[in-house]
């Protein structure tokens, strides 16, 4: 019996080298996009606290300090950033309960 030669390309080695080259590794480093993606996160992030101003009908006060206080309906920008704080503090109490939380289970495995 003759053995038959297993091709595993499913082109059966139609490609030329110039096109298999193509694929081959350039030497340059990949560059790091978490910077553009904490950027983006950040836009998105207040783009949707911004929409959330318009979803209220009543106009709400808030005061910063007894001094400092805006209207929901009057200064809307203060009022989104006033919301996409929130938001931002929100995440990060989650984040610090997860790593705090974390570590206490590793000095507690059972």
């Known amino acids: 019996m003759e053995d038959k ?3 595993w390309s499913l082109q059966k080695n139609k490609r030329t080298q110039e096109e298999r080259d193509v694929f081959k590794p350039t030497g340059k480093a990949p560059k790091n996009k978490t910077l553009s993606y904490v950027i983006w996160a950040i836009v998105m992030l207040f783009a949707a606290s911004f929409s959330l101003t318009f979803l209220q009908e009543d106009a709400i006060d808030v005061c ?6 805006f209207n929901s309906k009057d200064s809307i920008g203060l009022f989104a950033l006033y919301i996409f704080i929130n938001i931002v503090v929100i995440v990060f109490a989650i984040l610090g309960a997860y790593i705090i939380g974390k570590k206490i289970g590793d000095k507690f495995k059972l």
Do not use: D, P, Q
């Not at 910063?64 to 206080?69: A, L, M, P, V």
């Open 64 to 69: 910063i300090t007894s001094t400092f206080c």
């Open 5 to 7: 030669k297993t091709v």
